[in-house]
C-alpha cells in the first residue's frame, strides 16, 4: 500500500523594517542570546540586513509576536544601560566618554579585564558603534586613556580613513615624503611615555608614522574636524529650566566662559534626570565646564529656595472702611460741654 505524499510546508521570509540602534543592539551579546532564543527551537530564522531583519518561519508562527518579543528584550536592555550609567555617574566623580573606529573599540574590549585592574577605574562601557566610556577618579581616568592611546601604538590600530583627495587637505600645500630607510620611523612608545594626561594626546596616528614629516601630519584635518573630548554626567530634570535661562542666555554664557559645547538632552529624562553633554579641546575644559554648570545650579538653586520661602510667607491684606459718597453730610462731633 502507497501513503500518501505528506505535505511539505514551505518557510516564508518576511522583512522587518528596523533601526540602526535596533540593529546595533541585535548584534551585541545580548541580541544575538534573543535571536538564539527563537532559533535553537526552530521556531525562526533570522538575517540580518542594512535596514531591516530578514525572519524566515513557518505559516503558523507569526513574525508580529517574534518582532515585538525582539523590541521588549532591547527595552530591557537599554534600561538596565539606563540605570548602570547613571548609577556610575552618581558613584563616580569623573567620567570620560571617546568615540572610536570599530577596530579602535574591539581592540578596547579585548583588553578590557587587563585595563580596568591597571588603571583602577571603576567600569568601561563599550558600544558596539565604537563608543566607550569609563567612570572613575580623575586620575584612573586619565591613565585608562594614557593606557588605551599606547595600546593602538603598540598593535598598529589605525582609525578608518577615507583615502579619497577631497577629504584629506594639507595647509600650504605641504607635501608628505616617505621615509628612505626603516630608521626614519618613530617608535610607537616614545611619544607616550611617561604622561597620563589625555588632554595632551590627538587622535593617535598609524604605526610608523615618520618622524620627518609629524610637524606636517599634526596639520592635517581629516574631514575638516579636529579630536575634541566629550564628557556626559546627570543633572536633575528640575534644573533645566534655570541652566538653560531666557532665551539659552545662562547656557551661553558658561559655554561662552568655558569654551565648551554643552548640550542638554532633555528627551532622554530618566528617573528625573536627563544626561548634559560636553564637548571641549580637552578633559581638562570638559572638567572646569561641568565644575561651572554644579556650581551654577547650586548658587542659583539658593536663591529659587529664598525666593520661595519669601513667597509662601503669609499675606497681611489690611481692610479699608469703604469710600463714603460725595452726597453724605458728615456727622458733627456732639458737644458734651456746659
Not at 543592539?25 to 532559533?39: I, P, T
Amino acid at each position: 500500500m502507497i501513503s500518501p505524499p505528506m505535505s511539505v510546508r514551505t518557510p516564508l521570509t518576511e522583512c522587518v523594517p528596523a533601526s540602526k540602534e535596533f540593529l546595533r543592539f541585535l548584534k551585541e551579546k545580548e541580541g544575538c542570546k534573543a535571536l538564539s532564543s527563537f532559533e535553537d527551537t526552530g521556531c525562526a530564522g533570522f538575517h540580518l540586513e542594512e535596514n531591516c531583519i530578514a525572519i524566515t518561519t513557518e505559516e503558523s508562527t507569526s513574525v508580529l509576536s517574534i518582532e515585538n518579543s525582539l523590541k521588549r528584550s532591547w527595552h530591557d536592555f537599554d534600561m538596565k544601560k539606563a540605570m548602570r550609567v547613571s548609577l556610575l555617574n552618581q558613584l563616580c566623580a569623573h567620567s570620560q566618554t571617546v568615540q572610536y573606529s570599530v577596530n579602535q573599540a574591539a581592540l578596547i574590549a579585548f583588553f578590557k579585564h587587563l585595563l580596568l585592574r591597571e588603571s583602577g577605574v571603576a567600569d568601561l562601557i563599550i558600544e558596539s558603534n565604537g563608543a566607550v566610556s569609563w567612570f572613575g577618579p580623575i586620575e584612573s581616568v586619565n591613565h585608562a586613556r594614557s593606557m588605551i592611546e599606547r595600546m593602538f601604538q603598540q598593535f598598529s590600530v589605525v582609525e578608518e580613513l577615507s583615502l579619497e583627495p577631497e577629504n584629506v587637505r594639507l595647509r600650504n600645500n605641504s607635501h608628505l615624503d616617505a621615509p628612505e630607510s626603516p630608521s626614519a620611523w618613530q617608535d610607537p612608545f616614545s611619544r607616550y611615555y611617561g604622561t597620563a594626561e589625555p588632554q595632551t594626546l590627538e587622535r593617535a596616528p598609524s604605526l610608523g608614522s615618520p618622524t620627518e614629516t609629524t610637524n606636517d601630519v599634526s596639520q592635517v584635518r581629516i574631514g575638516g574636524t579636529r579630536r575634541k573630548e566629550r564628557l556626559m554626567f546627570m543633572v536633575r530634570s528640575s534644573d533645566a529650566p534655570r541652566l538653560i535661562g531666557t532665551r539659552g542666555v545662562n547656557k551661553k554664557r558658561i559655554e561662552d566662559a568655558t569654551g565648551c559645547s554643552i548640550t542638554l538632552h532633555t528627551e532622554s529624562k530618566k528617573d528625573g534626570e536627563f544626561p548634559v553633554e560636553i564637548i571641549g579641546q580637552n578633559t581638562r575644559h570638559c572638567e572646569t565646564a561641568k565644575s561651572h554648570i554644579e556650581s551654577f545650579l547650586s548658587n542659583s538653586g539658593s536663591s529659587v529656595e529664598e525666593e520661595k520661602k519669601f513667597r509662601e510667607r503669609p499675606k497681611v491684606h489690611l481692610v479699608f472702611s469703604p469710600k463714603k459718597t460725595p452726597g453724605t453730610p458728615r456727622k458733627e462731633k456732639e458737644d458734651h460741654s456746659l
